[in-house]
């Protein structure tokens, strides 16, 4: 199920989908979030929006990235992976934007249900 999930200080749409799913993956603030992937950013070189850059994060977190596998069926969606994953703590990765998943519920600053992910990042554990 989607839930509205903005944690922006401002209330902002900015474009800002890693530093929110960073947010909710680990349980920080925005502010806390945005400032971890800034200076992983800087540390690498690169931008913080960067696919390699918030994965370090999340890596760092005791996070691991799996593929989606060719097996999966055609069409399957943040929905559908919600649905089959009840418990845990996931990072959807659609290539351009992430969301993430807790406990089944799909958190996002719109609703990106119907996105078909590409990758997606977990704690070993929740396997």
Not at 98 to 116: F, P
Request: net charge negative.
């Amino acid at each position: 199920m989607y839930v509205p999930y903005n944690p922006n200080p401002c209330g902002l749409s900015t474009g800002d989908c890693t530093v929110r799913a960073i947010s909710k993956a680990l349980n920080i603030s925005w502010d806390d979030a945005h400032d971890i992937l800034s200076e992983f950013a800087k540390n690498m070189c690169d931008m913080a929006h960067k696919d390699w850059v918030w994965g370090a994060v999340l890596r760092a977190n005791g996070f691991h990235r799996v593929i989606v596998p060719d097996t999966t069926p055609i069409g399957y969606s943040a929905a559908d992976f919600a649905e089959d994953n009840p418990k845990g703590t996931f990072v959807l990765g659609f290539g351009g934007h992430c969301c993430t998943i807790v406990n089944g519920d799909i958190y996002d600053s719109w609703d990106s249900s119907n996105e078909k992910p590409v990758y997606v990042w977990f704690r070993e554990e929740q396997r």
